[in-house]
């Protein structure tokens, strides 16, 4: 067996450390390098940027073909879903062809936007002029103006906005922090 002395440990050991450091030093390097490479790729991207307009657009079709029934098959739902959830359901259908039509708005703005497009059609309803009357009596445009004013509508709208918000707001982070790839994820695509 060799004999060491302490002044050749110390050196060995030292020389031992510098290449751990180096090894160590090459693991960061390689992944700032990758984070530099995911950052320049996502330099453009915002949240509202990973939305999909056909994918918009079939949950649109989804909520439209159940906000329709739910309006037609009213006397067989409860007598509170069947009162609101049509009116809950068409606030939502807005905030999400909002969303289609204009996919890099902000979560903040689509909300504003489909508020406003639901105040005024639901003010609107105030004003019965008799051009808004043959409008209203045709079955597409009284689903689209409707016929009166309810404040409980306005009430739906503010629900169906904020349950559309929330919902955009959860699948936007959650595929941001895919494309991030963080271990907080609650969806697997």
Same mark, same amino acid.
């Given at each position: ?39 320049? @790729? !996502?330099?453009?991207?915002? %949240? ?5 307009? =056909?994918?918009?657009?079939? &949950? *649109?079709? +989804? ?31 807005? @905030? !999400?062809?909002?969303?289609? %039509? ?5 979560? =903040?703005?689509?909300?504003? &936007? *489909?508020? +406003? ?31 009166? @004013? !309810?404040?409980?509508?306005? %009430? ?10 929330? &919902? ?22």
């Amino acid at each position: 067996m060799k004999s060491y002395n302490k002044k050749h440990l110390r050196g060995r050991f030292a020389f031992r450390t510098i290449l751990e450091w180096k090894k160590d030093f090459a693991k960061i390097e390689n992944q700032a390098l990758k984070a530099a490479k995911m950052q320049s @790729f !996502l330099a453009g991207f915002t %949240l509202s940027r990973a939305r999909n307009r =056909r994918v918009l657009s079939g &949950i *649109a079709s +989804l909520v439209l073909f159940v906000g329709w029934n739910s309006r037609i098959y009213k006397h067989l739902l409860p007598s509170f879903i069947g009162d609101y959830a049509p009116d809950t359901l068409w606030a939502l259908l807005v @905030f !999400l062809v909002v969303l289609s %039509l204009w996919p890099q708005l902000s979560m =903040r703005r689509a909300t504003w &936007i *489909a508020l +406003l497009i639901s105040y005024s059609i639901e003010c609107s309803q105030l004003v019965q002029t008799q051009w808004l009357q043959n409008i209203r009596n045709a079955k597409v445009g009284g689903l689209l103006l409707g016929h009166g @004013f !309810l404040w409980s509508d306005m %009430l739906c709208y503010t629900v169906g906005i904020a349950m559309g918000a929330l &919902i955009d707001a959860y699948f936007t982070t959650a595929i941001w922090n895919l494309a991030n790839k963080s271990k907080w994820v609650l969806i697997r695509f």
